[in-house]
C-alpha cells in the first residue's frame, strides 16, 4: 500500500507560479511511476503529467507543456509539479497518483490516489 498526500494548492492570479507536492508513505516511492491528474468543476479528470520511478523522464499533456514541470526527490519521497504562467482554465482539483508502470497518461495504469489539492487561478 501507498498513501499519498498532496498539498500546496491554493488562489493565485493569473500568469502566477504554484508548486505543488505529493508525499508518499508505506511502501517503496522509488518503486512507482508517478502522475498527476486534475479535475475541473463539471468536467472528467484529465491528465496533466507524469514521471518515472527514478525521474530521468517526464509526460506532460499539450495543455501544460512549456508551463508546468514534475520532478521527484525520492530520498523524501516526494514529487513536485511546478506550475508557472498559470491560467484561469488551470483551475481544478490536482490529484497525485503511483503506479507500477513505467510511464503513462491513463488513469487506469495507476494503483494509489491522493485525496487531491485545490488549486484556482483568477483572471
Known amino acids: 500500500q501507498v498513501q499519498l498526500v498532496e498539498s500546496g494548492g491554493g488562489l493565485v492570479q493569473a500568469g502566477e507560479s504554484l508548486r505543488v507536492s505529493c508525499v508518499a508513505a508505506?511502501?517503496?516511492?522509488?518503486?512507482?511511476?508517478v502522475g498527476w491528474f486534475r479535475q475541473a468543476p463539471g468536467k472528467e479528470r484529465e491528465f496533466v503529467a507524469a514521471?518515472?520511478?527514478?525521474?530521468?523522464?517526464?509526460y506532460s499533456a499539450d495543455s501544460v507543456k512549456g508551463r508546468f514541470t514534475v520532478s521527484r526527490d525520492n530520498a523524501r519521497n516526494t514529487v513536485y509539479l511546478q506550475m508557472n504562467s498559470l491560467k484561469p482554465e488551470d483551475t481544478a482539483v490536482y490529484y497525485c497518483?503511483?503506479?507500477?508502470?513505467?510511464?503513462?497518461?491513463?488513469?487506469?495504469?495507476?494503483?494509489?490516489w491522493g485525496q487531491g489539492t485545490q488549486v484556482t487561478v483568477s483572471s
Open positions: 497518483t503511483a503506479g507500477s508502470v513505467a510511464l503513462s497518461s491513463r488513469e487506469r495504469s495507476y494503483d494509489y
Open positions: 508505506g511502501r517503496t516511492f522509488s518503486s512507482y511511476a
Open positions: 514521471i518515472n520511478r527514478s525521474g530521468s523522464s517526464t
